[in-house]
């Protein structure tokens, strides 16, 4: 069965620069007010997940804590692959691995030029520096069940945060 994955910047964070480890730089006070009310929007949208995985950075994860507050799925964990730098590869491998024919929708919450570029492999089979998501920003794509995403995906949802609030 195709899985819907939603692939969500982190909400707005601190600037650049303003903490000795960028790694723990969080939202700010706008960023969770605004990221609070996508999430109830993308609730109100009647989306689910079966899971969100998120990247262990402060800020992503209190994106994804804030999409969990929401009731937008049951479960949220953390996956390496999801911080600056991960592997789609590794990813990919965690994937099939979770994937089983009760699962529908998947969130990964993570960083940019990451997230857009992974969305460009699934559906071109390469990153063209096309596709551009804005903080708290969602893409949708649907994986295939029978063949391998890499080039295979479709793109369904592309939606900046304006759209939502």
Known sequence: ???DLYLIRH???G???SYAND???PLTDEGKQKTQQIAERLYALKL???LILTSPLIRARQTADLLLDAKLSPELQESPQLAPGGSLDAWLDWFQSWRSP???ALALVGHEPQLSAWAE???WGEAKGALTLKKAGVIGLTLPDQ???IGNSALFWLTPPRFLL
Request: hydrophobic content about 30%.
């Open 102 to 104: 009760q699962s529908t």
């Open 147 to 149: 063949q391998p995403p």
């Open 23 to 25: 790694d723990e730089r």
């Open 11 to 13: 909400g707005l964070a």
């Open 48 to 50: 689910r997940f079966d």
């Open 15 to 17: 600037e650049h620069g």
């Open 121 to 123: 492999t699934l559906i």
């Open 1 to 3: 069965m195709p899985v």
